[in-house]
Nanobody
Framework: QVQLVESGGGLVQAGGSLRLSCVAS????????MRWYRQAPEKQRELVASITNRGTTDYEDSVKGRFTISRDKANSWYLQMNSLKPEDTAVYYCNCLSTTSGTVWGKGTLVTVSS
């Protein structure tokens, strides 16, 4: 089984930066894709960024050029968020596709961007 724990959320002013972390435990070797989703109040959860175990990345259009997804160490993934906007305010979730555990979600971390 894979477990995911996010951290790094908080309150930041518009134009600022935050770095979210997602630490995985369990069958880390089985993770094929790691994704970051976000859900703003009264909105549907949306995919923000993804990275495969080969390092291929993809981004939602509104965050391209501002957000960077990466992996460091065997069990840690990150979402570097720069030039934050109030519309980036949401709960951010890491999510992975595991060959042994299927789709796994973390519990989320809240990002609030003030104007």
């Amino acid at each position: 089984q894979v477990q995911l724990v996010e951290s790094g959320g908080g309150l930041v002013q518009a134009g600022g930066s935050l770095r979210l972390s997602c630490v995985a435990s369990g069958s880390i070797f089985s993770i094929a894709v790691m994704r970051w989703y976000r859900q703003a109040p009264e909105k549907q959860r949306e995919l923000v960024a993804s990275i495969t175990n080969r390092g291929t990345t993809d981004y939602e259009d509104s965050v391209k050029g501002r957000f960077t997804i990466s992996r460091d160490k065997a069990n840690s993934w990150y979402l570097q968020m720069n030039s934050l906007k109030p519309e980036d305010t949401a709960v951010y979730y890491c999510n992975c596709l595991s060959t042994t555990s299927g789709t796994v979600w973390g519990k989320g971390t809240l990002v609030t961007v003030s104007s």
